[in-house]
């Protein structure tokens, strides 16, 4: 869903502030941003929202509640672009560790998401 999101924003050019003039084709560039958006943003990010204001939220609220409060507050931090699909990326992670209750599975979920959105736009760039 977020590399579909991403196809159609870029095409009807919706947000055309986003646009960066970086060269990601430079490797040692290019491997530290893979290293943090497809390592260090899950691990971080999914303990602070699973792990904390999930779990917190899930201690007194029902599922669909704590899921979509957690996934809103996980969008709002994130860039008006990526609102939408990362809103659907944090309430498939709350699923995903609600069912586990282990932080693996969110990480595991939001490392491929991130990659996956990081190769569609690379592979745009060229």
Do not use: K
């Amino acid at each position: 869903m977020g590399v579909v999101y991403l196809q159609v924003v870029t095409a009807l050019d919706l947000f055309p502030e986003t646009r960066q003039a970086v060269n990601l084709f430079e490797p040692t560039l290019a491997t530290m941003i893979a290293i943090m958006v497809i390592v260090a943003a899950p691990v971080f990010e999914e303990f602070i929202f699973r792990g904390l204001i999930f779990g917190g939220l899930r201690r007194s609220l029902n599922l669909p509640v704590a899921a979509i409060a957690s996934a809103a507050i996980f969008a709002i931090v994130h860039p008006p672009a990526s609102v939408i699909p990362v809103f659907v990326l944090g309430l498939c992670t709350a699923l995903a560790y609600e069912r586990t209750r282990i932080l693996a599975a969110p990480i595991v979920v939001h490392a491929i998401y991130n990659a996956a959105i990081m190769m569609f736009q690379w592979s745009a760039a060229n």
